[in-house]
């Protein structure tokens, strides 16, 4: 049997869901049930409900579905995969700037560890991250963690000002201001549309900073017909799935994180078949990261 159909048969005894993030390779993206950015992927694994759900991305994405559906087996095929941002923000530092800062709100970008999130007061995700700062009071001091470059375009764009931490996406802070020029010019017709991780002077030069699900939905609904696409490139593949009619074109050199790439077919297989990894968290830390988690989706 094929591995596909191996999957398929051990995911259905299991009752298992497949949920994918947009940067996972192309084929772990076609066996998967749901594939989206960071805020749909946590709206479904609430929403699922399953007994198993196997998570194909990145560690702080499993541990927000497990903090969702704290009763469902979650598994993270690859356990080392994780996402260098989110390491950016240690607990203890969280922790030591909040009792420094008491009067301050602390906003963390999803892309943190489950220890950090139940530190802080609000979540959001690239998707939302100018809702979540609108929703908060005008007179208050704000910390943003971990994304310099995700607050800083935030607070450009709503004119705020606010605390950033310093972290960075290694994948998007890469990417050149030069890069975007040169491959601008060989795509004159071209919108560019880039994540809002990228530096602010990148993002300067973008037709759209949106999240990954918000490319795909700006994309479907734009009468263009060419895209420079500034992100991950595992993106394309749902862009071009759902657009046979349009051209992408990736940034050169081509952006890729290596961690979510750490998901194959065969480390999918490889969960289903053993149920490894389980992501395991104490309860009294899921509940209180979930305060902030659910805080951002009842706006
Ligand atoms: P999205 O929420 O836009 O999918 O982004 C997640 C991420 O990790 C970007 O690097
Ligand atoms: Fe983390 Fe960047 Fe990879 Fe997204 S692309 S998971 S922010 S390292």
């Known amino acids: 049997m094929d591995i596909v159909s191996r999957i398929k048969e051990l995911k259905a005894a299991a009752n298992a869901v497949i949920l994918a993030h947009n940067y996972v390779s192309p084929d772990v993206q076609d066996i998967a049930d749901?594939?989206?950015?960071?805020?749909?992927?946590?709206?479904?694994?609430?929403?699922?409900?399953?007994?198993?759900?196997?998570?194909?991305?990145?560690?702080?994405?499993?541990?927000?579905?497990?903090?969702l559906s704290p009763d469902s087996e979650v598994l993270l095929p690859v356990e080392d995969a994780g996402c260098p941002m989110a390491d950016m923000a240690d607990p203890e530092a969280v922790a030591k700037y909040r009792a420094e800062h008491p009067d301050t709100i602390l906003v963390a970008?999803?892309?943190?560890?489950?220890?950090?999130?139940?530190?802080?007061?609000?979540?959001?995700?690239?998707?939302?991250?100018?809702?979540?700062?609108?929703?908060?009071?005008?007179?208050?001091?704000?910390?943003?963690?971990?994304?310099?470059?995700?607050?800083?375009?935030t607070a450009k764009k709503l004119l705020l000002e606010m605390d950033l931490w310093p972290g960075f996406c290694p994948v998007h802070n890469r990417i050149q201001a030069e890069d975007v020029r040169r491959v601008k010019a060989l795509h004159p017709q071209a919108q560019l549309l880039?994540?809002?991780?990228?530096q602010p002077d990148v993002v300067a030069l973008a037709d759209a900073a949106l999240s990954t699900g918000g490319m795909v939905s700006h994309v479907a609904n734009s009468d263009c017909k060419e895209f420079i696409i500034g992100t991950e490139h595992g993106i394309l593949h749902q862009l071009t799935l759902a657009n046979p009619d349009?051209?992408?074109?990736?940034?050169?050199?081509?952006?890729?994180?290596?961690?979510?790439?750490?998901?194959?077919?065969?480390?999918?297989?490889?969960?289903?078949?053993?149920?490894?990894?389980?992501?395991?968290?104490?309860?009294?830390?899921?509940?209180?990261?979930?305060?902030p988690i659910e805080r951002m989706l009842a706006l």
């Not at 700062?133 to 310099?148: E, M, Q, T």
């Not at 880039?194 to 990228?198: A, F, G, L, R, T």
């Not at 490894?276 to 830390?285: D, G, Q, V």
């Open 246 to 291: 349009k051209a992408f074109y990736p940034l050169e050199p081509l952006t890729t994180c290596v961690d979510m790439k750490k998901v194959t077919l065969d480390k999918v297989l490889h969960a289903l078949e053993t149920r490894a990894t389980k992501i395991e968290l104490p309860k009294e830390l899921m509940d209180r990261a979930r305060k």
């Open 194 to 198: 880039v994540h809002p991780e990228c």
């Open 109 to 153: 970008y999803v892309n943190t560890t489950a220890a950090v999130k139940a530190l802080v007061d609000i979540c959001c995700t690239s998707a939302n991250a100018d809702k979540v700062l609108r929703s908060l009071p005008p007179d208050k001091k704000v910390l943003f963690l971990p994304d310099r470059n995700l607050g800083r375009n």
């Open 34 to 67: 749901f594939v989206g950015d960071s805020l749909a992927l946590s709206i479904q694994a609430k929403k699922v409900q399953a007994p198993v759900i196997v998570f194909c991305g990145v560690r702080f994405m499993a541990e927000t579905a497990k903090i």
